[in-house]
């Protein structure tokens, strides 16, 4: 069965400090994983997408890693700031799953404390 | 500006009622889809539609419907025998070309039976 845990739940750091959030992905064949950003009460909005030949790739202060071999992602902050606070969300795409080929995560809450 | 547009924003619905969650987009995707968002619980995915007039049943379909009429509309009703139909609900579409699209989310909507 294709799953995706992401860890930890939920996170609390101090503004300025750097974090990491971890996704494990049995999803198979594999196509793409993307990070997704959920502001308290609105919609996720995606922040990176990694395939399969991609090891890191930066978005400002956000660095997502990849790992096929052992189906793991990352997720680096750095430096953050107080609009961080989010539920974070990694998504997993199956190669040939079509429109319904998503599994996701249930997400890393975490909350930025000034 | 483009985007996904969902109301209401809230909805209290009394049991026994059934309810309509509009969804419209002016980005030209040819897929919509409709999750369902508990807390603790990644997005489950509740119907979604590829094409006009078309659409197929997700992982937790029991209890709710769906009509595509307009490439531009999805809108989604909670009928009476969802027996749980708290919750957040988040429409998204995406371009399906090749099916590596990133979904684009609505605001959402928070049904609560009274």
């Known amino acids: 069965k294709n799953q995706v845990e992401q860890s930890p739940q939920s996170l609390i750091i101090l503004e300025g400090k750097n974090c990491t959030l971890q996704c494990n992905y049995t999803v198979s064949p594999f196509s793409n994983l993307r990070w997704y950003k959920q502001d308290t009460g609105r919609g996720p909005v995606s922040l990176t997408i990694m395939t399969f030949s991609e090891n890191t790739k930066s978005n400002g202060r956000y660095t997502a890693t990849l790992d096929a071999d052992t189906k793991q992602s990352s997720l680096h902050i750095t430096a953050s700031q107080l609009s961080d606070s989010a539920s974070y969300i990694c998504v997993v795409l199956y190669s040939g799953g079509g429109a319904d080929g998503l599994t996701f995560g249930k997400g890393t809450h975490l909350i930025i404390q000034p | 500006d483009g985007g996904i547009t969902q109301s209401p924003k809230y909805l209290f619905r009394k049991e026994g009622q059934n309810v309509t969650l509009s969804c419209e987009q002016n980005l030209n995707h040819d897929a919509m889809y409709w999750y369902r968002q508990d807390p603790g619980q990644g997005l489950r995915l509740i119907y979604y539609?590829?094409?006009?007039?078309?659409?197929q049943k997700g992982d937790i379909a029991e209890g709710y419907s769906v009509s595509r009429e307009k490439k531009e509309s999805f809108p989604l009703t909670v009928t009476s025998a969802q027996k749980n139909p708290t919750a957040f609900y988040l429409c998204a579409s995406r371009h399906e070309t090749g099916y590596t699209g990133e979904l684009f989310f609505g605001e959402g909507s928070r049904l609560t039976v009274l």
């Open positions: 539609s590829q094409i006009v007039n078309d659409f």
